[in-house]
């Protein structure tokens, strides 16, 4: 993963996945397992911090709870997470913690 700081400009994340990496069915399901990882962790990423993610293969079979634990614990040990976050699951889909998917 790789990280820039842009002041003044909100959070923002993009994902890649190399072709040589797997078939297509593969890196189509690990990007959108990422993306969404991404998408629930946002909210609490510090604003001026773009996300650039890159799979490895073998991250293409793992769960995607596993893999948003793996992006927040990597977003932490680097302080990108605001102060709010605390350690909210993946069930949690809103910044006030309401909804539960």
Known sequence: ???????????????????????????????????EALRRLLPWVKDGVWIVASLRENALDAKADDIYEDVAKSLKRRGLLTKEWKNRGWTVDSKDGGKCV
């Open 1 to 35: 993963m790789s990280f820039l700081t842009d002041r003044g400009n909100s959070a923002l994340a993009g994902v890649t996945v190399g072709k040589k990496i797997a078939r297509a069915v593969k890196r189509t399901r690990g990007r959108r397992v990422m993306r």
